[in-house]
């Protein structure tokens, strides 16, 4: 597993855009124990057994990340924050402003907090 959150956060973008399968398998790598995912449309789950059932989507067929940074929060803990424009087949492209926190465990980094921002 990388030792970089933003390679982390760039992994679990490949992982959507190759299928359910492949997502529900990185995030139960990545996925700290206690999780709160926040998502456009007031969907948040806070169960990590739910957030990888919700790996279910079709597949994302293109994503570029904008402007992407990284900020210490302090030794264990980082955020990303980033824009994001991704694409699905037959849907209107994607975009949104993104934020994930990340805390360094034993075995590396791990992702607690993920929050999407239409724009």
Same mark, same amino acid.
């Given at each position: 597993?990388?030792?970089?959150?933003?390679?982390?956060?760039?992994?679990?973008?490949?992982?959507?855009?190759?299928?359910?399968?492949?997502?529900?398998?990185?995030?139960?790598?990545?996925?700290?124990?206690? %999780?709160?995912?926040?998502?456009?449309?007031?969907?948040?789950?806070?169960?990590?057994?739910? %957030?990888?059932?919700?790996?279910?989507?079709?597949?994302?067929?293109?994503?570029?990340?904008?402007?992407?940074?990284?900020?210490?929060?302090?030794?264990?803990?980082?955020?990303?924050?980033?824009? %994001?424009?991704?694409?699905?087949?037959?849907?209107?492209?994607?975009?949104?402003?993104?934020?994930?926190?990340?805390?360094?465990?034993?075995?590396?980094?791990?992702?607690?907090?993920?929050?999407?921002?239409?724009?």
């Amino acid at each position: 597993m990388g030792d970089d959150p933003l390679a982390l956060e760039e992994q679990g973008w490949q992982a959507l855009g190759t299928g359910p399968e492949a997502a529900a398998e990185f995030y139960a790598r990545v996925l700290d124990t206690e %999780v709160e995912m926040i998502f456009p449309g007031g969907a948040r789950i806070d169960d990590r057994a739910a %957030v990888l059932a919700s790996m279910g989507g079709p597949p994302w067929e293109s994503w570029s990340l904008e402007e992407p940074r990284v900020r210490q929060l302090g030794p264990g803990s980082a955020v990303v924050t980033y824009g %994001v424009v991704a694409h699905r087949a037959g849907a209107e492209p994607y975009s949104a402003l993104v934020s994930s926190v990340y805390v360094r465990r034993d075995d590396g980094w791990r992702l607690a907090v993920h929050q999407q921002t239409p724009r």
